[in-house]
């Protein structure tokens, strides 16, 4: 009898959860849809998801979903291309959908319009361009795939008016899903999850990806479970070390061994170099291969002889190469994998297989961990680029791995030197010289490197300062990734001192005027991420005309945070007829919680307002009256 009841209710359970009516139907858009021409909740909204829907299927295991978007204005139709992460055999329904003389007219979504491509021997990723989309548009995208998605967002950087997951209970599939964000929930009863006027996620500068604060639930397959067939996957930050270990694309492309290296292995201990300095050597030869800027976990192929030859591979391929060679020069060394900022964070005690992206090297030397990335040329020995500081990744080995804190050894450090004089038409000539280490050189190398010619630089950079003419220039280290950047310039600049009735006024920060705060909201629930520590350090010297003086200096400024993390100092002087602003502004640690937004906020306002007020000169004789 009560094996009956059981049976009774787990029956009336079921035909609820699949008499819901779900809120959307693939095709079935309204004409007041497709007319609607502003989302009142957001009037600033480029775009609106109407409605999103998710249903996972106990029955046959397919996940399918639906999304329906209204675009508001021009810079909305970026919103009608997708990327899905999927499988094999995916499969894709999308239409457009616009007024015309009155009626709703639709476009389908064609076969050329959807792009595959395969990341691993399981995994594709897919882009679907939706055909006919302008402003006023509604497009709608339907997708299936086996099994359940890696996430589910319920926010978006444009706002959402309704979203629900269903998920329908297996005994087969075993899996863990974890809540991230800050926006709440409306419904959820375990099975049924639905949220409601959900506003765009606001991001801001200095965040290391919105992936960490959206609202969303991320999963992740722990099991399946089959009569007859049972997999295991990523019950453990063990068991996904396992999995790595066992990948053909990983494992065994990690124990391939290093045959192809044989000549440079040779030339490096020739050399007879000390651990730290093979170490160099060995990462300077590897980054002679070309990155071609694709960025995943797993090698192309499970050897590193092909791309080794052709010079060119992807992120793995790069840092497996230099793990190869650096075992061949008797360097403990081991892959370190990650998820990229952009990615989202890895969380210790949430084991994800599906959230790791990228492989880093960490060679030990001497007892300390060397950080390595050889995909860049621009990069030192021990630095990171900005998308692999990402706070921890996790030392893969044949034994459990552990966890390293990946901490940035370099700042971004530029220092600049003016030395000017005034003439009577206010026009400013002179040198201004700029010497960069850390990530300020890795930054203007690789912008630098993307221009055409020096022309082309000079052109880029005098259109960005109005009034700035470049006479003669330099450049040194360029090449030298190991020495400071140091850049000089021969200028005149025109428009930069203002003359109202008897007075000049003078702003002495000129090319490095802080005009714009970062931090514009009024609350901020996320943390500041600087990603390294930051100083800029400024000496101006200016040259006054004869005839003037000077007849007001701004008060000088030094703001100290108590923990010391943020200093700023300004101060002017006057010797004789020259002027003399010293600046300075530090950043010395990463990382700024919530509740520290508002003096970071407050003290790049005292910045701006600084930076703001100028020197005043007077005529000798003015000022001899006064």
Not at 127 to 142: F, H, M, Q, T, Y
Not at 228 to 246: K, P, Q
Not at 384 to 411: A, E, K, M, Y
Not at 442 to 471: C, M, P, Q, T, W
Request: proline share 4%; charged share 30%.
């Amino acid at each position: 009898m009560k094996r009956n009841i059981l049976a009774t209710l787990f029956l009336l359970t079921a035909l609820i959860v699949n008499a819901q009516k779900a809120p959307i139907k693939f095709g079935k858009v309204s004409k007041e849809e497709v007319g609607m021409t502003t989302y009142e909740p957001d009037t600033s909204a480029a775009a609106v998801v109407l409605c999103k829907y998710g249903r996972f299927s106990a029955s046959d295991f397919k996940f399918t979903r639906i999304e329906r978007i209204k675009i508001l204005k021009k810079s909305g139709t970026k919103y009608a291309e997708f990327i899905f992460p999927g499988r094999e055999n995916d499969t894709f329904r999308g239409r457009t959908y616009n007024l015309v003389d009155g009626e709703v007219v639709e476009d389908k979504l064609k076969r050329e319009s959807i792009f595959k491509e395969r990341v691993t021997e399981r995994y594709f990723r897919y882009r679907v361009a939706l055909p006919n989309v302008k402003e006023g548009s509604v497009i709608e995208v339907e997708t299936s795939t086996v099994g359940l998605p890696t996430e589910w967002t319920f926010q978006r950087s444009i706002p959402v008016k309704h979203c629900e997951l269903l998920l329908e209970e297996s005994n087969y599939i075993n899996y863990r899903k974890r809540m991230v964000g800050y926006e709440p929930i409306d419904h959820s009863d375990g099975k049924r999850f639905i949220a409601k006027n959900v506003p765009a996620f606001k991001a801001e500068a200095y965040i290391n990806s919105k992936e960490n604060y959206i609202t969303k639930f991320e999963f992740d397959l722990l099991s399946v479970n089959f009569p007859g067939y049972y997999e295991s996957f990523t019950t453990s930050w063990e068991a996904v070390n396992d999995r790595l270990m066992e990948s053909d694309y990983f494992g065994s492309t990690l124990k391939s061994g290093g045959g192809y290296l044989s000549d440079i292995v040779k030339e490096i201990e020739a050399q007879n170099l000390s651990p730290v300095d093979r170490a160099k050597a060995a990462f300077e030869a590897i980054k002679t291969v070309k990155w071609n800027n694709e960025v995943w976990i797993f090698t192309s192929g499970n050897t590193m002889s092909k791309p080794y030859r052709e010079k060119i591979g992807n992120s793995t391929d790069i840092n497996f190469m230099l793990i190869h060679l650096l075992k061949k020069l008797d360097i403990d060394v081991y892959p370190v994998v990650i998820s990229t900022r952009n990615n989202g964070m890895l969380n210790p005690f949430y084991p994800s297989y599906e959230k790791l992206n990228y492989t880093l090297v960490c060679a030990k030397i001497d007892d300390k961990n060397y950080l390595l990335d050889a995909t860049e040329q621009e990069l030192e020995f021990g630095m990171l680029p900005l998308r692999c500081l990402n706070h921890q990744g996790r030392i893969v080995t044949n034994q459990q791995g552990q966890w390293v804190d990946i901490i940035p050894s370099f700042r971004d450090y530029e220092t600049v030197f003016y030395d000017l004089q005034l003439d009577e038409n206010l026009t400013l000539e002179g040198e201004v010289n700029y010497s960069r280490t850390g990530y300020a050189a890795y930054d203007f190398r690789k912008k630098f490197k993307k221009y055409a010619g020096d022309e082309d630089y000079l052109v880029d950079l005098e259109s960005k300062h109005n009034g700035l003419i470049i006479k003669d220039f330099s450049i040194d280290n360029a090449e030298e990734i190991s020495q400071p950047v140091r850049d000089k310039y021969e200028v005149e600049l025109k428009n930069k001192v203002e003359r109202i009735n008897d007075m000049v006024m003078l702003n002495p920060f000129l090319l490095e005027k802080v005009n714009e705060n970062p931090f514009k909201l009024e609350k901020r629930e996320y943390p500041v991420d600087f990603a390294y520590c930051r100083t800029k350090y400024l000496v101006s010297n200016i040259t006054i005309p004869d005839g003037y003086t000077i007849s007001e200096l701004p008060q000088a400024v030094r703001i100290v945070t108590p923990d010391k993390s943020v200093s700023v100092m300004i101060q002017h002087q006057q010797k004789f007829n020259k002027l003399m602003t010293v600046y300075k502004f530090n950043i010395n640690k990463t990382m700024f919680l919530p509740d520290e937004y508002a003096q970071l906020k407050l003290i790049y306002e005292q910045i701006i307002k600084k930076h703001a007020e100028p020197v005043i000169l007077k005529p000798i004789s003015d000022a001899a009256s006064l």
